[in-house]
């Protein structure tokens, strides 16, 4: 059972301007490495994208969905990206 949500990408960030081949590739490959300018969204809008494209556990019967891993070598980064909706739809750990 699919939960509906209401994701938002705002159009003035570079990442989601190109929202419609970061899926293509998400779709065809494992693992995709972007690059990208600070600032330009990637730390916000890939896990977004990722769960508009029908990842993550909000979409699966409960036990059978995956973890939409985002990693960060700044913890600054990381912590500000999960800082809306933690424990519901996102969160984050610090050092393993």
Known sequence: ?????NIEFPESLPVSAKR???MAALDQHQVIIV??????GK????PKIALAMGRGKL????GR???IGHTQPRRQAYCRGAENDVGDVVGFKVRF
């Open 1 to 5: 059972m699919s939960v509906p949500l």
């Open 20 to 22: 419609e081949e970061i």
């Open 35 to 40: 690059c990208g300018e600070t600032g330009s």
């Open 43 to 46: 730390t916000t809008q890939l």
């Open 59 to 62: 979409n699966y019967p409960p």
């Open 65 to 67: 969905g995956k973890l």
